[in-house]
């Protein structure tokens, strides 16, 4: 989740924030990209358990920008 945390954080320049444990499931861990106040955009979550695994096909992430290419460059950061 760290990990996930810190490169999504870096790619999409904005902080995520962590929610408190849920009291039916402690083993749920779970950060939200919040709405920004100007209504652009979107809001998401990472999300890990114990029994949820990664899946064929992964992750889907749609956003806007002005240049993906700029975008795109970021990840290589972590790679």
Request: charged share 25%; net charge positive; with cysteine.
């Amino acid at each position: 989740m760290a990990r996930a945390r810190k490169f999504y954080e870096a790619v999409f320049r904005h902080p995520i924030e962590s929610l408190p444990p849920m009291p039916n499931d402690p083993d749920m861990q779970m950060c939200l990209f919040p709405m920004r106040e100007t209504g652009k955009g979107t809001s998401g979550a990472l999300i890990k358990h114990s029994e949820m695994k990664p899946g064929v096909g992964g992750t889907l992430v749609y956003f806007s920008c002005k240049d993906c290419a700029t975008e795109a460059g970021r990840r290589r950061l972590f790679v």
